[in-house]
Structure formats: C-alpha cells, structure tokens
C-alpha cells in the first residue's frame, strides 16, 4: 500500500474532537496508563506508555488547537508532523496496542486513551502506516467479506457437519425470525463447537433465528486498522440483511471486537440508529436463563475461572451475564485478581493477532496472563472471545502451560437439561 | 556622656504593678507583649521582695552580640533600642537576655513569634522622633521630649528609678546609707531614710550613637 | 514603583489573562465538536459521567500498587495545595479584597503551614519521580517543567513570606503567582478546569455502555 | 572566662556553684573567727548585722539553682529574674560556633580541593565497560535527591543565619540582608519538618543494607582503598558508606529533635532548653555539612561512575567489581549484568527513531 502522508495528516485532524481536545487537554504526563498497559509492564520499556502511543496525534492537536502551538509553529519554535513520525510510531500504535482499554480505566483525569487510538490508527492507515497483515486481513473483508478470507462456501462445509453431529437443522436466510446470528471467521474456521452450541441452546429454548448468507460473519477489521470507510462497508452489509430478513435482533458472537463494532460504533458508522437491535450471546443466553427458558443441569465442579474479553467486558459492559451464567454451571469458579472491567487483556486484540510483526511481542506480553492464570493455581480458563481464546492456546503452547480454554457458550450447551438423555 | 540606667530599689518596692500598667498604657503594647513585670522572691515568706524589671539597657548588652540581622543597637544615651522593620523574629536576643526583655507577639507553631518587642527607655525607634510610624510600632517617645520613662516617673514609692546612671546611683546610695543607720538601730528601714532632690536631669536625646 | 505594578495594573493584568484565556481554552475544547451517539444506550450517559467524575478521586487495586508513588505524592501535592491556596488566612484575606468580597474561615496558621509542608513533600516528589521515572521522563515536555518549577517557586516564594513583614517578599510571591497565571491557560495547569471534562466524557461514555467505571 | 568549644551551661553552673561555695565558707571562716574570739573573752556578743540583700541578690542570680519567683505577669519564665546561661550561650556562639565553624567549612573545602589535587579523580581502573548493574530502585534515587535537596536549602539558610551578618550583611545592606534572613529564618522552619520526613523515609528504606557485616573492619584499617593500593571488597554499601549512614541518621535525628523543640517554642520550653538545643543543632549541623561535602565530592568529581547509579539507577559493572566487589560478584552469579543498550532501553533513551528501527528488525 501506497503512503500518503497529507491525507493522514488531512484524515487524523478530522479525528480530533471535543473528547480528544479534552483529554489532550487534561493530560499531565503522570504516567499512570503505563502501569495498566500489559505492554509496559511486561517489558518495561517506556514507550509502551500508551499515551506516548498518541505522541502523534498530541503534536498535531496542539499545533492546530492551543495558541502555543500554532505559534511555536510559526516561530519555528516546534517541528511539524512528519512522515517519519508515522513511520516510527505505527510500530507503537499497532504492535503494541490491543485497544483492550485498561489504561483508560486508570488515568486520573479521565482519558479513554483507547478512544483515542482508535482514531489515531484513522490517520495511520489513511496515510498508509499500517501492518501488512492488518491492511490484507481488511482487504480480504471488503473484497471476499471475510478477513480470513472465508467465503459461504466455507460456511456452509462447516454447517454440514454441524448438522451431521447435532441432527439439527440450521436455519438460513429465514426472514421474520427473530434473531440473526452473526459468527466469526475463527469460530467458523477453528471453533465450529460454538456453533453447535448455539443450535443446540436455541432448539433447546425454542428460539426463533436464522443466519444470512448475504452477511454472517461479524468481525470488523475495519475498526481494527482505524479505517472508517471499511468499518462502515462491513457493518452496513450486516445492517442491510438484517433489515431485509425484519429481524428483531441480531446476535452479536462470542468475538470481542465484532461487538464493539457492531453494537457501539455501527450506529454512529452507518450514521442512522438500528431497526432492530444488538444483542451479545452472551446476553442472550443470560436472557433466556433468567426468563426459565433455557434449563440448564448438573454442574461442572473443576476449578476455573473466566478471561474477560476486554471488547465485551470493559469496553462492551457486558460484565454480568457471563458471571450469572458460570453460577448455573460451574461450581468451582473462580475470579482472577485482577478481573471485570479490570482484566488483563490476552496480548492479541485490536488486530495484534492479525499483525505477524507483532507475534514475539504479543508472546513476550503474555507473560502477564501467564502470572494471572499461575497465581490462581486453575487449570481451565473460560472465555467468550475467539479470538481470545486462539491468543490464549498459542501463548499457553509457548510456555508450555497446562491450562485449557473453553469457551462460554460451549459450556453451557453441555449442561442444558435434555441433553443429559441423547449424550 | 549620660547612661541611661533603670534601678529598682527592692527595699521600696510593693508589688503594686503600676509601672507594669503605665507602660502598657503609655506605649500601648501589642496583647501578649509586657515590656516591663514585676517579680516577687519569696512571695509570702519572711525576706519577701519585689523588683520592676524591663530591659535593663545594658553596656554590653548580650541582645545586640547575638541578633543575626543587627537590628538591635544603643543610643549616645546608652539606651538599647531596635528596628522592627529588620527584625525577623527568631528569638535569639531572648535567649541571650539574663532579663528575659525581649518579648514576642505569638508563639506560634513553626516560630512564628512576630517582631520582637521590648522596653525602648519610653525612647521610641530607629523612625524620627514623634511620628506616626515611631508611635506604631514603639510606642511614646518621652525621651525625646526631655521626659523619663513613665513607669519610674509614676512609682508611687520611688521605689523604680530611672535615669543617667551617676545620678540614680547617687541617689541610692544616699538611701542605703540612711537605710543601714536605722537597721543598726533595729529600726524602721525607711525611718531615718531622707530623700533629696536630685539634680542635673535634663532631656535625653535618643539619637542613635 | 515596580511594586505598585505587581500589586496594582498587573495582578488585574494576569488576573484577565487567567480567566479570558481558561475560558478560551474551555470554548476551544467545545467548539471541536462531537457528534451524537447512536448506539441505543444501555443505561444514562450523565450518571455515568457524574460517576466517573468522582470514582476517578479513587484509584484502582493493581495501579494502586504499581503506581504507588505518583498516588501518594499526587494526593499529598493536590491537597495541601488546594488547603494552602484556599483556606490559607493571608489568601483568603486576599481573595476576600480583591476578588470576592466575602471572606470564609481560614485554617490556623498551623494547619496551613502543615498542609503547605505537605503540598511540598508531594510536589517534589512529583517533581523527582517526572525527571527520575522513565516513563515520565520520555513523556514530560517543557511545558511539564514550566509548569512544575512556577509552581513550586509560587510556592517556595509563599513559604519565604511566611512572616508577612516583608513587602518585597510579599511582592515577588505575588509577581511569580501572577505569572503562573498568565502561564495557565496555555499549559497543561488547564487540567485543574480540563480534567471535569475529560472525566465527564469519558464518564458519559462508559455510562452508555454500561460499564461502572 | 573563655570556655572550651564544647562547654555547656551545665559545666558553667557547677563551676558557678563552686566558686559561690568556696566563698561561702570563707565568709563563714572570717565571720565566725571573731565570734570565737569574743566567746573566749567572756564579753557581751556583739551585734550581728547581716546584709539584708544577700538572701535577695542570691535568688536573683539564681545562683543556687534556679529558684523561681512570681510574677503576675504570664509567660515563659516571667518568674525568673535573670537567666544566668544567656551569656555562656552568646559566649559560645559569637566567640566559639561562628569563628571555629568558619574555619572549619573552609578548612573542609580546602582539603578537598587539595585532595582533588593530590588525588586527582578516582578512575575506574579496568575502564568503563558497556555492562551495567541495577543499583538504585527509582523509589530509592527519588527519596535521595528528595533529602538532598531539603538538605542543601536548610544548609544554605541555616548557614545565611549563622554566618550571614559578619559574611553578607556589610555587603548587600541591613534592608535586603534582612529580607534574606527572614526569608531563610521562615523557609528554615517549614522545611525543617520536611526533612524529618525524608531522614525517616531514608532510614526505612536503606537501614538494612547498612547494618555493619564481616569485612567492614578490613576495609577501615586499609582507610577505603584511598590510602593504600587496590580497593577493599565490600557488599552494597562499604563502611564509609555505612558510617555514613549512620551518622546521618544519628545526627540527622538530633537535628531533627533539637530543630522541632527550637521550631514549636509552644511548649513552654525554657530559655535553657533553647539554648541547649540551639547548640546541639549547632554542632550536630555543622558536623553534618563536613560529612554531606565529602559525600558530594567523593559522588561528583571525586570519583569517575559513583553518580550514576544514583541518577540512572545502574551503575557501571567495573566500577562495581572495583568498589563493591562481593556485590558485584553476587550480582554476576545471579546473572543481574545487563548491557548499555538493553539499559538505555529500559531508561527510553535515545531517539525513537532508532528504536523503531531497531525493534522493527527485531520483529520483521
């Protein structure tokens, strides 16, 4: 991909806005979002510090928005942005970021950081300063609809033989039905047992829902790499089949970021709020527990505990249901530490996983779940997040851990009461 | 050259504290702040007596060796006198006084004391003499206007002197004399004691030396 | 000459500069704009940001031990400073004349001189951990060492008046606090007015979500 | 009556009380030697007169002790008539504490220059090396220079208040000197607090690696390496440092003590008290000021790599095989050494530019 500095700088001035003059603003340089940033802490080198990340930006907003630097510009008193700042930063706004959102957490004057790096990777790709990987992975969304580049095909090989183990029939394009599945490319691909699950759990509690082939799958690497125009291509095909089908919900999967893109940000994408509304799975389930109609039995009585994926927990606020539900099933659960909206992140979110630059990196920060997981002495972790759960296994086979990841929903399929009797 | 010398005669003294009062009264001094008190040894028991004591003006006057800011000096008249405006409050002068003279407004935490505050010989300060400023922050000035200080001028025993040093000694010697007559005579100590006018007591200027 | 300036034309001087130019900022940061929400919200975006604006005062378990030393010394800083600036006698006497009107119980001299010694321990701790700290070392521009050092000087200039009888000392703590104001607006001192926004927005946001923050 | 330097009040009252008793017994002597005589003669006793002042002259001197009168006046000591130690405390600081001190710090910065001199700076002998020890936490460095700057503005305004009337008032002029003064009296006393806090915070945080060991005693009679040849090995810190450290506390804590009892006069203390702790921090200060130069020297020019540690926290791995060797030895076993650049990663040092390469190479 081609670079065009002008056009980053033209589309990251465009970001900044009364939340980011603020937070630019308000920031102090007390350093405190390091010491939440798994990056930092894990190889406590300071440029991780995830404000630094936005050095960037912070020098355009001052040149462009406060007296001093408009004027020291004019003096020549303060260089302009370069190109080369894009080139030396993209390694620090890419790699080293997942976007997960706990320094935001922590700054004590209120800065989502987070925010901030979401549109600062606006300007990166925008001026061409984005990984290979990352910039292929949103290519192959928006020409084959899938960044892994699965197809309906694929997802149809894959139904087949969901179909074959759970003698179910899978819904497809069924207008009226009240919800729309949504799956992601890597439960597709890696995790078909999420979506046996799901038809077990649905036929069990007598819902009524369907898949489109004109938009199943939910991950969004347009929100990953910061482009705009591709987030909203990818959401509005997902919008579009929804509202042709007259769905009343459309579920978003056990996939972090698809939910934030599709739930938060879709709206304000597409520019016009829903006609049907966003729905976590996890929420569901929680739902249709609570209202009786999904009976769950036995319990599991394994020590474990739940990894928060941090696009559905602190960036998502989906921080209940998940907790509600291991209640039902699991009677060796156990919090970590540092958990909820305080989680570590995996070390692969925001498109880290996508990013093969980013790999040692990513491994080398995985020391901190590493910790996390070796303090609390279980053996299984629970997650709701492909993508987690793949960041998860490869870190685990890289420290030759022994520790098992299951997801959320899989296991509450294995406990719905009449599925003691088929086995 | 005269020396300006207070005495108290501890024979005559009756702890009435009128030169405590008067001086309070002519120099208006800050709360907290007594330029002159009045001390009784062996209060209730047979031998008891009771002096005035203020800033005693001395020769050598220890006060001045100490301050660190120099602010304190004696005039021609041999009166110690001091400059509030470079006074900065740290009390050594009241560590090195045998009197306790100087006295302090405050003593706050964290030595904050206010500017020092002592007996001037009712001489005033460093200002010119009788202005506004002079009145303020030392009080009267009666030396300037040929007047002794008021507390010695209005002991009602005379018992408190005040004045060029040869003359009050003269003064009390006389009274000793007559005084050690009539213990001899295992009488009345001030029975035979005769008071003489004192002469030569003219105006002092305060005029720094 | 140069004493009735500092008290007079240029205080009222530093004092118009302080509050056009914290309300210029304050405009600047609204006038960039934000655009609606769409995302149906899960619960209130202004208890959220009434939350965040509080709940931000406490700092969290894991961040608490590892950034111990910024909490400590940021807490000890920001309220023996706001105990010196406001609840000081000789400030609130000031404020009292110049700009109020009213005046409001001060502290006893004590109090005051205590919660300035704590202001100080916390500021040079700060002022340490920013030039010792490799994180804030690599992130502290000129602005964060102006801003420090005016404010430790206003400061250190207080404490050296501490005897109000000195005019000129009285002066100069005036005059350095007159430039920190005029320096204000333009510097990261803003986030004493900016950090009501930023934790608001933020707030608002997490409040939509249904995160407690 | 010219004291020694270190003679206090107490040493004055006894000899005081001395030469009262003495006198004494030969009035008694000279009064009762008559007496005798006229008893042996047989005639009428004559008249004793004694001198009705003498009980009254006695209390007020306070020369039995002090006996204390009343006054209806309030206040500190408003009882007591004179304060007999207030000369033997202007006694010992205008003639003893100003002149002596003086010499004594310029005598210390001369030796040192002379040291420097003779001496030259102390090399790392095997050279700098590109490997590093982590010496100091960030904790560590920043409750130092904490206690160092505190330390250096009182040492500056304490020795303004000592010296400052005979050094810098002839000078610049009763007015501005008297600004100065106020304002080094009054920055003195906020800051005195703030530097008990630091002395505890830096006794809490160092005091384990300062407790004297096995080997501190070798390296005393070999004077530190300085005198002989070769360095003495030493774990973390050596015995000069040690001493050191605990003098500064030792000391530190008088300072501290007799500074808080001459800052909070709301005690009631008395003028003795005043005195006597004025004196302590006199001398506990002065000796601390030699101290702290040569600890600034010998940390400054005075020998090559002892700074660093304390300002980037690593220290340099010769330097300390040649200084600390047991540590370094330990430190090189556990695998502790680390290279510049790894260090001037860990510090963000260097341009981003070349960091972003680097670690592009790194990964692609």
């Given at each position: 991909m081609s670079h065009d500095f002008a056009k980053g700088v033209e589309v990251l001035s465009r970001q900044i806005d009364s939340r980011i003059a603020a937070y630019f603003s308000a920031c102090v340089h007390c350093g405190l979002c390091a010491e939440a940033c798994l990056f930092y802490t894990e190889t406590d080198d300071p440029r991780y510090t995830p404000i630094y990340k936005l050095e960037p930006m912070r020098r355009l907003w001052k040149a462009q928005h406060t007296f001093w630097g408009k004027f020291a510009i004019k003096m020549g008193l303060s260089k302009p942005l370069t190109e080369q700042d894009f080139a030396d930063w993209e390694e620090l706004v890419y790699d080293s970021c997942t976007m997960c959102g706990r320094c935001s957490m922590v700054c004590p004057v209120g800065n989502d950081i987070t925010y901030m790096i979401r549109k600062e990777r606006e300007g990166f790709s925008a001026a061409g300063y984005a990984p290979v990987g990352m910039q292929e992975a949103t290519h192959r969304a928006l020409t084959i609809g899938s960044p892994m580049g699965i197809t309906l095909k694929t997802l149809q090989a894959a139904l087949i033989h969901v179909e074959k183990n759970t003698g179910l029939k899978i819904p497809m394009d069924q207008p009226g039905a009240d919800y729309m599945t949504l799956f992601s490319s890597m439960e597709v691909v890696n995790f078909p047992e999420y979506i046996e699950s799901i038809a077990r759990i649905f036929d069990a509690a007598k819902v009524s829902w369907t898949i489109s082939s004109e938009a199943f799958e939910a991950t969004n690497s347009g929100i990953q790499i910061g482009s705009h125009d591709a987030a909203r291509e990818i959401v509005s095909r997902v919008v579009n089949a929804a509202e042709s089908l007259g769905v009343k919900y459309v579920i978003s999967p056990e996939c972090g970021h698809a939910y934030t893109a599709i739930r938060w940000e879709g709206p304000n994408l597409i520019g016009r709020p829903y006609k049907f509304e966003i729905i976590h799975i996890l929420e569901l389930l929680d739902q249709l527990q609570k209202d009786g109609r999904l009976l769950l039995s036995g319990h599991t009585d394994i020590p474990l505990t739940f990894h928060d994926p941090c696009q559905i927990v602190r960036r998502g606020g989906v921080v209940e249901p998940p907790r509600d539900l291991l209640a039902k099933v699991a009677t060796g659960f156990v919090e970590m530490a540092d958990h909820g909206t305080m989680n570590w992140c995996c070390g692969g979110g925001g498109g880290v996983s996508a990013n093969e630059r980013a790999e040692e990196l990513r491994l080398k920060v995985f020391d901190r779940k590493r910790k996390q997981i070796e303090a609390l002495g279980v053996k299984t972790m629970v997650t709701a997040c492909a993508n987690c759960r793949i960041v998860l296994e490869e870190g685990i086979e890289d420290r030759e851990m022994d520790v098992q990841v299951i997801g959320l929903t899989e296991l509450v399929a294995e406990h719905l009461s009449h599925n003691v009797t088929p086995g | 050259m005269a020396r300006m010398k207070f005495y108290c005669d501890a024979e005559r003294c009756i702890e009435c504290n009128a030169c405590v009062t008067a001086c309070k009264n002519e120099n208006e001094v800050p709360w907290g702040v007594n330029r002159r008190r009045v001390v009784t040894i062996k209060d209730g028991e047979p031998g008891e007596r009771s002096l005035s004591v203020a800033c005693m003006h001395c020769s050598d006057a220890p006060c001045i060796a100490v301050c660190p800011v120099d602010c304190i000096y004696d005039t021609i008249d041999g009166v110690v006198l001091h400059d509030k405006d470079i006074c900065i409050g740290c009390g050594y002068c009241f560590y090195a006084c045998p009197f306790g003279a100087p006295q302090f407004p405050q003593e706050g935490a964290f030595g904050s004391r206010g500017k020092m505050d002592k007996c001037t010989f009712c001489a005033g300060g460093p200002e010119e003499d009788h202005s506004v400023d002079e009145r303020r922050k030392y009080g009267s000035n009666r030396l300037a206007e040929g007047k002794l200080p008021l507390c010695a001028e209005m002991c009602s025993t005379k018992a408190l002197l005040a004045g060029d040093a040869n003359v009050i000694s003269d003064i009390y010697r006389e009274r000793v004399i007559n005084r050690g007559a009539s213990v001899l005579n295992r009488?009345?100590?001030?029975?035979n004691a005769a008071f003489r006018a004192s002469s030569g007591m003219e105006g002092k200027s305060s005029v720094k030396k | 000459m140069i004493g009735e300036l500092i008290d007079g034309p240029f205080w009222y001087f530093s004092l118009v500069v302080f509050c056009i130019g914290v309300l210029f900022r304050l405009i600047s940061i609204l006038r960039a704009g934000l655009k609606p929400d769409l995302a149906v919200p899960r619960s209130g975006g202004s208890t959220g940001a009434l939350r965040n604006l509080f709940s931000r005062f406490i700092p969290r378990r894991d961040v608490a031990t590892r950034g111990r030393l910024t909490f400590v010394a940021g807490y000890l800083f920001h309220i023996g400073l706001f105990a010196l600036l406001f609840f000081a006698r000789p400030h609130v006497d000031f404020i009292a004349e110049r700009i109020t009107g009213f005046s409001w119980p001060a502290l006893p001299y004590w109090a005051f001189i205590i919660s300035a010694e704590i202001a100080f321990i916390g500021l040079l701790l700060l002022w340490l951990h920013r030039l010792l700290h490799p994180v804030t070392r690599l992130l502290s521009n000129a602005d964060d060492y102006i801003g420090t050092g005016l404010v430790f000087l206003v400061m250190l200039t207080g404490c050296l008046a501490l005897a109000q009888a000195f005019e000129p000392l009285r002066l100069l703590h005036l005059f350095l606090a007159e430039l920190l104001l005029i320096y204000f607006p333009f510097s990261s001192l803003m986030h004493a007015f900016t950090f009501v926004f930023s934790r608001s927005y933020s707030g608002a946001v997490m409040g939509r979500k249904g995160v407690n923050a | 009556m010219r004291r020694a330097l270190f003679s206090s009040a107490g040493v004055e009252t006894a000899g005081f009380s001395a030469v009262l008793m003495l006198t004494l017994v030969l009035a008694f002597l000279l009064l009762m030697a008559p007496h005798a005589m006229a008893e042996t003669a047989g005639n009428a006793p004559a008249i004793q007169v004694p001198n009705p002042s003498t009980d009254l002259w006695r209390e007020v001197r306070q020369r039995d002790g002090v006996t204390s009168g009343r006054s209806q006046i309030a206040g500190v000591e408003s009882g007591t008539l004179i304060n007999p130690y207030g000369e033997t405390w202007r006694n010992f600081r205008m003639k003893q504490l100003i002149p002596y001190s003086g010499y004594l710090l310029a005598g210390m910065l001369l030796l040192l220059i002379l040291f420097f001199l003779v001496r030259g700076k102390i090399r790392v002998k095997a050279g700098i090396s590109n490997k590093k020890l982590f010496r100091y936490t960030l904790y560590e460095r920043m409750i130092h220079w904490f206690i160092a700057s505190v330390f250096l503005f009182l040492a500056l305004t304490g020795l303004i208040l000592l010296f400052g009337r005979s050094l810098l008032l002839p000078w610049i002029g009763s007015e501005v000197f008297s600004l100065l003064a106020s304002a080094s009296k009054e920055g003195h006393n906020l800051f005195g607090p703030v530097f008990a806090v630091a002395l505890l915070l830096v006794f809490i945080r160092f005091v384990r690696r300062n407790i004297y060991q096995k080997g501190d005693l070798t390296w005393l009679l070999k004077g530190g390496g300085i005198i002989g040849k070769g360095h003495v090995p030493s774990n973390f810190f050596n015995m000069g440092e040690k001493s050191m450290f605990w003098l500064l506390v030792l000391v530190g804590a008088v300072i501290v003590g007799s500074g808080l009892i001459l800052v909070f006069p709301v005690f009631g203390q008395a003028r003795i008290t005043m005195e006597l702790s004025h004196v302590s921090h006199a001398l506990t200060t002065l000796l601390m000021i030699l101290v702290i130069m040569g600890h600034i020297y010998i940390g400054s020019v005075g020998m090559e790599g002892a700074l660093d540690g304390m300002t980037t926290g690593y220290c340099d791995l010769n330097w300390a095989r040649e200084h600390h060797a047991e540590w370094a030895t330990l430190c090189e076993q556990e695998g502790k050494v680390i290279t510049d650049v790894e260090v001037s990663r860990l510090r963000g040092d260097g341009d981003t530019q070349q960091h972003a390469a680097t670690s592009a190479q790194e990964t692609g």
């Open positions: - | 009488g009345v100590s001030y029975q | - | -």
